[in-house]
Every structure is written in structure tokens, then in C-alpha cells.
């Protein structure tokens, strides 16, 4: 043992998250030895009410502190579109586009046969409930452009083919900013594919 | 606010650690949200305890969390010599090349009239007064080979020159399997300088 138990025990502890080897542990450990004492307290304190605090909202299963989540409880929103996401901070990402306009569901993974993730496995049977309980018009598939994200989207599709419900999907393409040199040939096709007029000839 | 306050205040204060940036600390707080509530426990405990189980040792002011720490207590190493280095992790280094040899004085710091450190600042009251106590018989002065490093080792010297006391001054030069080409000047000058005979003429 290099270093006085308690020392050696927070290096362990921390070493194992994500991205922080043995030398950043320690070096992390030894930050928090000289900080200030109501810092050490307060992040100890935030990490262990984190996951007694945190829980999914039961209506759209973003990650909320009350139940439902301040967006489910946003008046204001458009009840008759939901937006489809994978994960809460995909639904973060959209809503720094798009404050405050839309209502989400998050389904916290995609279909993914090779790994055993079936529809049942993500929250598309809530989803499914939830189109029908809230009378949704529109579903905004906003699923990343990757084969998974596609297979999901197709099988929503396919699964509210007999409901009242219209469905697209976001495009994908260059992104703003980007070099078409630089950018993979699935994605130029992709822009090609989803090119808009800019003049009627 | 993008996420719940709870997740908020987690990653402000993960992002004050060093090398933790925004980005990390989201990434970390996401992380420790999903991770098994046992670690997540031990994790924020294992933080809370560090500064009240940790101390300085009274004899050497190594951080221990017992007083006198392991290495005081332990009768086998020589009582007659002590090793003075800047830092505890700089007591670690020399105690993994030479295991349990030597007794150690940590200064926590080095002499540096630009910052205002002086001798007063670092533990070399405390050090004096531990050479008369113990009846130390020699000093090895192990701080760094920096313009504060020998600062500090030469005052040492003058301050002890009174006394009965061998003092030697650790090695500077190329380092084990070091290529001389990426060695700068100073410690070539300081390698021939400390060079040693390996045959006599």
C-alpha cells in the first residue's frame, strides 16, 4: 500500500469512471485532500443524492426531479406532435434548437437484434399507449442516422400504420458548417437524396 | 437550466475539479446517474471521509491516516539519516526505488522569495528541531533540481552547518534509458560534472 487506506480507497473508487485512469485518479484524490472542506462536502453530498433524486418522468421518461417533468408540465408545448428520441440529452440537444416548442419521448435505446434489444426492450409499447391516451396527431422520429436509429424509425412506422398519425423523420446531410470533402459518402447521398428546390424551372 | 437542478449542481461541482471540463463532468454526472447505487454510495463517501481521516504525521508530516505514520513506526529503518523531500508523493517515488530504508522529512514546499515562501513556510523548524530530538546523523536532501530545490538545499546546509550532521544532495542528470540528444543543457552540464569514475588511470 503507497498511500494511508482512506487515500487508497477514493483512488480506487474514482478510477473507476469513465475516462479516469490511475494517475488522474490520484492526482484528483489529492486535489480533493487540499480543497476546501465545504467543496469535498457539497460535490459528496451531490453525487450521493443523485440517483435517490433523479427518476425518469412516467410520461415521456426524460430524466426529472418531479413527476411529470417540467416539459410534460409546459402548457405552452404542442400536444398533438411528439418528437421521438433516443436518449435525454438528444432531447437536450433539440431543445436548444427549439425551445419550448415541442413534447418528447424518449425511448432510451434503439432496436438492436445483434444486441437482443427488441421493441419491447425501449419504451415503444408506452409510446404506442401514449399515441392513443393523449390522441397524438404527429410523430417527429428524430433517432440518430445510424442502421439502428433507421430500423427504429421503420418499425414505428410500420407499427401506427393504421392510426390517424403522420410521421417523419429528420433529415440527414452535410452539416452546417461542414466541407463536402470531408464528409462520408452514405451522408452525401443522403443530402443528394433529400435535396429541396431552391427555384422551380 | 438544460437538466434537473440535481444533475446541475453534480456537474458544477464535478467541473471544478482539475482537468474536468464541462463536457467531462456532464459525461461523469450521466455516468454516475446509471451506475450500481452501491459504488455511487461508496464513491461519495469515500470523498466526505478524505479530509477528516487524513492528516500530517506529527513526527514527519507525511499525510497518515495514523499518528505517527507507518513509516515512523517502523523500527527497522535507520534512525540515524533522514531523507528531505519538497512533497509526500516525492517520499513515495524514493520509497518505491528503496523500500522501507529510509525515514523521511516532508516540507511540503521549497523556499521561494518570489512567492513569499520562506524557510518558516515549510517545515524546517520542525526539522531542525527533529535533528537536536533525534540525534540525526545525516541529511539526504532530496528536492528537486530546480533553482527553489537547490535554494532550499543550500540553506538547509548553512542552517545545520553547526552541527555534527553529513548532508548530501541527490544526483542530477540523464535519466536510465534517456537519449543525451533530448537532454538539455543544464542537466548535461550537470551529468559530466557529477560524473564518476569507472576506472582509474
Given at each position: 500500500m503507497?498511500?494511508?487506506?482512506?487515500?487508497?480507497?477514493?483512488?480506487?473508487?474514482?478510477?473507476?469512471?469513465?475516462?479516469?485512469?490511475?494517475?488522474?485518479?490520484?492526482?484528483?484524490?489529492?486535489?480533493?485532500?487540499?480543497?476546501?472542506?465545504a467543496y469535498v462536502g457539497?460535490?459528496?453530498?451531490?453525487?450521493?443524492?443523485?440517483?435517490?433524486?433523479?427518476?425518469l418522468c412516467s410520461?415521456?421518461?426524460?430524466i426529472t426531479d418531479i413527476d411529470p417533468c417540467h416539459i410534460c408540465r409546459d402548457e405552452k408545448r404542442d400536444k398533438n406532435v411528439l418528437c421521438v428520441v433516443e436518449e435525454p440529452s438528444h432531447m437536450m440537444v433539440i431543445e436548444q434548437a427549439y425551445p419550448g416548442i415541442y413534447r418528447y419521448h424518449i425511448l432510451h435505446g434503439v432496436i438492436n437484434p445483434i444486441e437482443g434489444i427488441g421493441p419491447e426492450e425501449i419504451r415503444i409499447p408506452e409510446m404506442k399507449e401514449r399515441i392513443i391516451r393523449e390522441g397524438?396527431?404527429?410523430l417527429i422520429i428524430a433517432t440518430n442516422?445510424?442502421?439502428?436509429?433507421?430500423?427504429?424509425?421503420?418499425?414505428?412506422?410500420?407499427?401506427?400504420?393504421?392510426?390517424?398519425?403522420?410521421?417523419?423523420?429528420?433529415?440527414?446531410?452535410?452539416?452546417i458548417g461542414g466541407d463536402i470533402v470531408y464528409i462520408d459518402p452514405l451522408t452525401i447521398k443522403s443530402a443528394l437524396d433529400n435535396r429541396r428546390n431552391l427555384k422551380e424551372g
Open positions: 503507497l498511500y494511508p487506506e482512506p487515500i487508497e480507497r477514493l483512488i480506487e473508487h474514482l478510477s473507476k469512471l469513465p475516462g479516469i485512469g490511475k494517475k488522474t485518479a490520484t492526482r484528483l484524490a489529492f486535489f480533493l485532500l487540499n480543497a476546501r472542506q457539497d460535490l459528496s453530498q451531490s453525487i450521493a443524492e443523485i440517483k435517490d433524486k433523479i427518476r410520461t415521456c421518461f426524460n397524438i396527431k404527429e442516422p445510424t442502421i439502428e436509429g433507421n430500423t427504429t424509425a421503420h418499425y414505428i412506422a410500420e407499427l401506427t400504420k393504421s392510426y390517424q398519425v403522420k410521421i417523419s423523420r429528420i433529415a440527414s446531410g452535410i452539416p
